[in-house]
């Protein structure tokens, strides 16, 4: 089975800097995907990034990059030029490039980013 | 944004009762998800479809069960609401089995 472990449950940034999150995984899966979603105190569940396993180049989005290892099992994200705004809980998520029918995604348990003034 | 809208947002009820949560989309994708989100836990898959009719369970499936008569609507039912089902519920769809899932706003099930 997949396992999804995000190990900083909080941390803090001040505005304009830069900041990584953590994200590891266990598989035995060769093809996969990886995501980040945010979850600011609106409660919504915002797509930030997302990661194919057979490429090696990692994704960007504007201020938002990843660093994926793969050998490592390593997936961890980069917020750049941080804003208030992104003060919010990130989930990584796990799924599987499947020939089935499923195509669920397995989350970590979050971790809470506090962007201060 | 994915035209995703679940109903209710907000429920109280009591133990016992049967409670039935809404997924409607508006994408005509065929995946659909429910998920259910409690601290310490992130979320956790409990059924979902690929197709009208088409349903499986998930991780945490027990207690519950889902119907998907048309595309756009995808029904999780608590056929006997126990505290333990006290959660935040989550709807999401995807085009595909490999393409991102997409999550409507939510709905807060509070079971006393």
């Known amino acids: 089975a997949q396992t999804v472990t995000q190990s900083q449950p909080e941390m803090s940034v001040q505005e304009a800097e830069t900041v990584t999150l953590s994200c590891t995984y266990d598989?035995?899966?060769?093809?996969?995907?990886l995501f980040w979603y945010k979850q600011p105190p609106s409660r919504q569940m915002i797509l930030v990034i997302r990661?194919?396993?057979?490429?090696?180049q990692n994704a960007t989005e504007n201020r938002f990059s990843v660093n994926f290892q793969k050998a490592a099992k390593s997936f961890s994200l980069k917020i750049s030029d941080s804003q208030l705004g992104d003060t919010a809980m990130y989930f990584c998520a796990f799924m599987k490039h499947h020939g089935g029918s499923q195509g669920n995604l397995i989350f970590g348990k979050g971790t809470k980013l506090s962007v201060k003034p | 944004d994915a035209g995703i809208t679940q109903s209710p947002r907000h429920k109280v009820t009591e133990t016992g009762t049967p409670v039935t949560l809404r997924c409607h989309q508006t994408?005509?994708?065929?995946?659909m998800y429910w998920y259910r989100q409690d601290p310490g836990h992130g979320l956790r898959l409990i059924h979902y479809s690929y197709g009208v009719k088409d349903t499986d369970k998930g991780e945490v499936s027990d207690g519950y069960s889902v119907s998907r008569s048309k595309t756009e609507d995808f029904l999780l039912t608590l056929e006997s609401a126990t505290s333990s089902q006290t959660s935040v519920y989550f709807c999401?769809?995807?085009?595909?089995?490999?393409?991102?899932?997409?999550f409507g706003d939510g709905t807060r099930l509070s079971i006393l």
């Open positions: 990661q194919e396993a057979y490429k090696q």
């Open positions: 999401a769809i995807s085009e595909s089995k490999n393409q991102p899932q997409h």
């Open positions: 598989t035995s899966e060769n093809n996969y995907y």
């Open positions: 994408e005509n994708h065929r995946y």
